[in-house]
T-cell receptor
Framework: GAVVSQHPSWVICKSGTSVKIECRSL??????MFWYRQFPKQSLMLMAT?????????EQGVEKDKFLINHASLTLSTLTVTSAHPEDSSFYIC???????????FGEGSWLTVV | TQLLEQSPQFLSIQEGENLTVYCNSS?????LQWYRQEPGEGPVLLVT?????EVKKLKRLTFQFGDARKDSSLHITAAQPGDTGLYLC???????????FGAGTTVTVRA
């Protein structure tokens, strides 16, 4: 079964609104979580790395004020897309790893459509 | 410029044929992972290789990690339509274990 769960699986929101996506580790403590964005038929693009209890580290070109990441506990990280626009429509995927970093587990992904 | 160069980008073969996907870099990785992803789903881990020169077999899939831990290959023997999907290689470098992904290879196996 899944060890990392994302919610919601898909969401449609109106342009200008904010939407939150959750990423939970189900049976391990995720010291580090990663957020990716993926466009159709393309690879995963890392957006940010979040460590529990500290601010997320964003990749170059990713707006931290637009993509708010919170990693408040060892089992939960959230990505909030603020003031969403149609160009933010994409497949968002999280992954999580424990303290050793040996194995990285991916969530099922969340489809965001902004209309 | 991607850290990992994955090739080919697309591969379409007939059922029963063999195929190889390559993943190359000028950087050294502490580990390299191969994933398979179906449309609308998250990537599913196939294998992790950590030792230079390591070869791992998973049924009809053979994974190899280069001696210098800079490159890897995935070979599928007697491909089946169920092997169709997007194959992604990803390298991890300590200490932050961020994964750098290749561009992906879309494999289509025709019945």
């Amino acid at each position: 079964g899944a060890v990392v769960s994302q919610h919601p699986s898909w969401v449609i929101c109106k342009s200008g609104t904010s939407v939150k996506i959750e990423c939970r580790s189900l049976d391990f403590q995720a010291t580090t979580m990663f957020w990716y964005r993926q466009f159709p038929k393309q690879s995963l693009m890392l957006m940010a790395t979040s460590n529990e209890g500290s601010k997320a580290t964003y990749e170059q070109g990713v707006e931290k004020d637009k993509f708010l990441i919170n990693h408040a506990s060892l089992t939960l990280s959230t990505l909030t897309v603020t003031s969403a626009h149609p160009e933010d429509s994409s497949f968002y995927i999280c992954s999580a790893t424990g303290s050793t970093g040996n194995t990285i587990y991916f969530g099922e992904g969340s489809w965001l459509t902004v209309v | 410029t991607q850290l990992l160069e994955q090739s080919p980008q697309f591969l379409s073969i007939q059922e029963g044929e063999n195929l190889t996907v390559y993943c190359n870099s000028s950087s050294v990785f502490s580990s390299l992972q191969w994933y398979r992803q179906e449309p609308g789903e998250g990537p599913v881990l196939l294998v992790t290789v950590v030792t230079g020169g390591e070869v791992k077999k998973l049924k009809r899939l053979t994974f190899q990690f280069g001696d210098a831990r800079k490159d890897s290959s995935l070979h599928i023997t007697a491909a089946q339509p169920g092997d169709t999907g997007l194959y992604l290689c990803a390298g991890a470098r300590s200490p932050d274990y961020k994964l750098s992904f290749g561009a992906g290879t879309t494999v289509t196996v025709r019945a």
